[in-house]
C-alpha cells in the first residue's frame, strides 16, 4: 500500500486552470496504472483520468481534451492539470492507484469552479 496526499486545489472561475499534485509516501514506479478521481456530495467517485507508467493516458469523457494527466515516479507524484474548467467539474478531488487501493484514500483536495 502507499499514503497518497493531494494537494493544489482551489477555487477559479469558469475557464481557468488549475494544477493538482499527488504526493507518494514511497516509490510509485512498481505501480502499473495510477489515477485522479473525483467526487461530489451524493454521487460515486468516478474515474477522471488514468496513466500508466509507460505514459499512457485514458481520460473520461466529461474531461477529455481539457485535463491531462502526468507522473514523475523521480518524485513519486501524479499531477493533474486541468484547463478550461467548468462549473460541473467541482468536486474533492482524489488520487489511487487504478484499480484503487481502499486503504490508500488521501482527504483529497477540493475544486471549485464558479460560474
Known amino acids: 500500500q502507499v499514503q497518497l496526499v493531494e494537494s493544489g486545489g482551489g477555487l477559479v472561475q469558469a475557464g481557468g486552470s488549475l494544477r493538482i499534485s499527488c504526493a507518494a509516501s514511497?516509490?510509485?514506479?512498481?505501480?502499473?496504472?495510477m489515477g485522479w478521481y473525483r467526487q461530489t456530495p451524493g454521487k460515486q467517485r468516478e474515474l477522471v483520468a488514468r496513466?500508466?507508467?509507460?505514459?499512457?493516458?485514458t481520460y473520461a469523457d466529461s474531461v477529455k481534451g481539457r485535463f491531462t494527466i502526468s507522473r514523475d515516479n523521480a518524485k513519486n507524484t501524479v499531477y493533474l492539470q486541468m484547463n478550461s474548467l467548468k462549473p460541473e467539474d467541482t468536486a474533492v478531488y482524489y488520487c489511487?492507484?487504478?484499480?484503487?487501493?481502499?486503504?490508500?484514500w488521501g482527504q483529497g483536495t477540493q475544486v471549485t469552479v464558479s460560474s
Open positions: 514511497r516509490s510509485i514506479l512498481s505501480i502499473y496504472a
Open positions: 496513466v500508466t507508467t509507460g505514459g499512457s493516458t
Open positions: 489511487n492507484a487504478v484499480p484503487e487501493w481502499g486503504s490508500s
